[in-house]
């Protein structure tokens, strides 16, 4: 049973860039059919859509984001990331990676908290 | 534009039944729709796609008590036998050319 698991710093300071990392376990990265997704909550708030990597390397973001988001995916690792350019305080959130496909989303990790602050 | 609204919250006691609704905006009451379950301190979890026929198909593990219905713009999740983890937020999820949308979300309290 396929399972991810985010990682990163926890804590980011204004302006910096922002990396996390999505590990993938029990399961092919590079499979057809799959869309690997990174999502976000901000503090008290809904669930929002940052982008996709498919397994060809083509990717989608949310076309409401300012273009600071890089997705990129790394099957030797069985990992995608994230990078986040320029980070403000409004970037604090728990980041969510996910698998889906072109519709839905299916399997998701636990999350990971960012801070961003000085 | 696509959108996706659900009611802020939601309560009901235990063991009885809710039903959450997710309403697609004007022109999208074909859409097809997930639904996910986000307890607290946990990631989300998906529960079912549900179509506009009301066909659903629920993920692996999710039980009986988890339904879905569908009536015009309207998707519905009927949570039978209420359970005190059922409190939880849940939200429908959707796609439009290559873009994933959620709902705003349901808080769902278990009295």
């Known amino acids: 049973q396929v399972q991810l698991q985010e990682s990163g710093p926890g804590l980011v300071k204004p302006s910096q860039t922002l990396s996390l990392t999505c590990t993938v376990s029990?399961?092919?990265?590079?499979?057809?059919?799959?869309?690997w997704n990174w999502i976000r909550q901000h503090p008290g708030k809904g669930l929002e859509w940052i982008g996709y990597?498919?397994?060809?390397?083509?990717?989608y973001y949310n076309p409401s984001l300012k273009s600071r988001f890089t997705i990129s995916l790394d099957t030797s690792k069985k990992q995608f990331s994230l990078k986040v350019m320029s980070v403000t305080a409004a970037d604090t959130a728990v980041y969510y990676c996910?698998?889906?496909?072109?519709?839905?989303?299916?399997?998701w990790g636990q999350g990971t908290l960012v801070t961003v602050s000085s | 534009q696509l959108v996706l609204t659900q009611s802020p919250s939601a309560s009901a006691s235990l063991g009885a039944s809710v039903k959450l609704t997710c309403t697609l905006s004007?022109?999208?009451?074909?859409?097809?729709i997930a639904w996910h379950q986000h307890q607290p301190e946990k990631g989300p979890r998906h529960l079912m796609s549900l179509n506009s026929d009301g066909r659903h198909f629920k993920g692996d593990g999710i039980p009986d008590r988890f339904s879905g219905s569908s009536s015009g713009a309207e998707r519905y999740l009927t949570i039978s036998s209420l359970q005190s983890d059922d409190e939880a937020d849940y939200y429908c999820q959707t796609w439009d050319t290559g873009t994933q949308v959620f709902g705003g979300g349901t808080k769902l309290t278990v009295l």
């Open positions: 004007s022109g999208h009451s074909s859409y097809a």
């Open positions: 990597i498919y397994h060809s390397g083509s990717t």
């Open positions: 996910a698998r889906g496909s072109y519709q839905f989303l299916y399997v």
């Open positions: 029990g399961g092919s990265i590079g499979s057809d059919g799959y869309y």
